[in-house]
C-alpha cells in the first residue's frame, strides 16, 4: 500500500460484486456442511456415550485431541489422500466440530429430567421413541449452544484452507496480502464477520421454533 492511498476502494469493491457474492457462497458451504456432517455424527455418539457413559471419556479425548491438530497440518494430511479438492477443508472441519457438538448433546440429554423419562417410559415409549420424541427435543437448546459455537468457528477457519487453494473469502485475504493491497483483505474479513453473525442469529431463530414451549415460558415470566 502506497502512502496517501485510501485504505478500502469502493470502487473495487463496486467492480467485484458479482465475484465477492460467489465467494461469499463457496464460504458459507465450506463453512455450513462441516457443521451439519458433525451433527450427523455428534448426535448418535452422544446418544451412545450418554447411555453407556465409559465410552464417554475416551471419545471426548479423541475429539479433543483432533481439535488441538493445527488446521493447516491437518490440511496437509488429507491432501496426500483427497487432493487440492473442498474435501480436504471440510473433512478437518468436520472433526473440529466434534469437540463442541458431542459434549452438547450429552449434556443436553443430561438435562432432560429423570420424570420426564419415567412418564414416557410408563406411556408405553420405547427407548428409540423416547429418546427421539422427548429426550432429544428437551435437550434442543443446549445442542444449538453447541452447533453456534461450531458454526461460528468453521466460518472463520475456511480462510485458512485458502492455503491450499479452497478457502473461500480467504481467497482475497491471500490475494490482497500479495499485492499489498488492503481493500480486498478488509472486505473479506467483514462480509466473514457478517457470515457468522448472521448464521448465529438465524441458528438462535431455528432454535426458537423447535422450543415453543420456551417462547411460552418467556412470556409468563
Same mark, same amino acid.
Given at each position: ?10 470502487v ?11 465467494? $461469499?457462497g ?35 479425548t479423541? @475429539? ?23 474435501? $480436504? ?8 466440530t ?17 420424570? /420426564?423419562?419415567? @412418564? ?26 453447541? /452447533?453456534r ?33 488492503? $481493500?480486498?483483505i478488509? $472486505? @473479506? ?7 457468522a ?21 418467556? @412470556?409468563?415470566?
Open positions: 500500500m502506497r502512502d496517501g492511498e485510501p485504505l478500502i476502494r469502493w473495487w469493491i463496486g467492480d467485484h460484486v458479482g465475484e465477492l457474492a460467489h465467494y $461469499t463457496v464460504h458459507l458451504r465450506l463453512g455450513l456442511l462441516p457443521v451439519l456432517f458433525g451433527l450427523i455424527i455428534s448426535v448418535p455418539l452422544g446418544i451412545l456415550c450418554h447411555r453407556w457413559r465409559w465410552i464417554y471419556p475416551p471419545t471426548l479423541a @475429539a479433543n485431541v483432533l481439535y488441538s491438530v493445527p488446521s493447516l497440518a491437518l490440511f496437509m494430511i488429507f491432501v496426500r489422500y483427497t487432493g487440492l479438492t473442498e474435501r $480436504t477443508v471440510m473433512i478437518p472441519l468436520t472433526l473440529y466434534l469437540s463442541v457438538l458431542i459434549p452438547n448433546v450429552v449434556d443436553g440429554l443430561a438435562s432432560v429430567p429423570d420424570p /420426564v423419562r419415567q @412418564a414416557a417410559t410408563a406411556m408405553g415409549f420405547s427407548t428409540v421413541r423416547r429418546v427421539i420424541q422427548v429426550e432429544l427435543p428437551i435437550a434442543v437448546p443446549v445442542v444449538v449452544a453447541g /452447533v459455537v461450531a458454526a461460528v468457528s468453521s466460518i472463520s477457519l475456511v480462510a485458512v484452507g485458502q492455503l491450499i487453494g479452497q478457502g473461500g473469502l480467504g481467497y482475497y485475504i491471500i490475494r490482497g496480502l500479495q499485492l499489498d493491497f488492503p $481493500t480486498p478488509i $472486505t @473479506a474479513t467483514v462480509l466473514i464477520m457478517l457470515l453473525l448472521v448464521t448465529d442469529a438465524l441458528l438462535v431463530l431455528a432454535q426458537r421454533l423447535l422450543t415453543p414451549w420456551a417462547r411460552g415460558k418467556g @412470556a409468563k415470566a
